[in-house]
């Protein structure tokens, strides 16, 4: 069952490392297939040089595991709200990334303050309220899950053209069509987090960028206009 997407799930979670966003068993990835209503996972605390595609775990949206002989990742569960509740999504990552995991302990959001970030995220990354006790103590990595589409919801942001969050006092999710994608939104977002750290250092007034700049270099990659890269090669003739 889902071999493909196994082998794709698990070729993604194997970039983590490699992209220098996990070190020991800090992150996974899934990818769901929504016609089967299905989604795979990694497998919970199993070290990245030990993983198989064999390994992935099998998971339905009421989170039972239906393929696998290891326990799917403890973020199973907010994995599970994010693909009910952003449906156009194919795949999540979990990370602690050392920059985006700071803006997220700063309960700090992630700003657009340069077209790096604009080429990639229309807007601010945005950051959860911290969870209470209560949701902590009951259900907690579904309450994860809930408040993060609660955020999305609350700031009327759409997870297509930001997709990404940071969780309050815990860390960033990332999100996209297929698994690699995400693995690079992951990736781009510790990126931009790390330059935002630096340029306040320099200038603690800096701002975001005008929004006619934010237009610009996101519809240059994303939308029925793009023209970067060679998928929207134009006809010079």
Known sequence: MLEELKQEIYEANMLLPKLGIVIFTW????????????????????????????????????????????????????????????????????????????????????????????????????????????????????NTGKAIVCTFRKQKIDP???????????????WGKTASQAVETAKILDVVAEMNYHTLQLAHDSRPVPQYLLNKHYSRKHGANAYYGQNNRKSLQ
């Open 27 to 142: 992150g996974n990835v899934s990818g769901i297939d929504r016609e089967k209503e299905l989604f795979v996972i990694k497998p919970s605390g199993v070290p990245y040089e030990k993983l198989r595609p064999e390994d992935m775990v099998v998971v339905d949206m009421e989170g039972n595991v239906i393929e696998g002989e290891l326990n799917p990742s403890s973020d199973t569960p907010t994995h599970r709200i994010l693909y009910r509740e952003f449906p156009d999504i194919g795949a999540v990552v979990h990370t602690h990334s050392f920059w985006a995991v700071s803006f997220a302990q700063a309960g700090i959001g992630v700003e657009a303050m340069g077209t790096t970030h604009a080429d990639t995220f229309y807007g601010r990354v945005p950051v959860t309220e911290a969870l209470t006790k209560e949701e902590i103590e009951n259900d907690y990595e579904e």
């Open 160 to 174: 297509l053209a930001v997709p990404a969050v940071l969780v309050r006092q815990h860390g960033p999710f990332a």
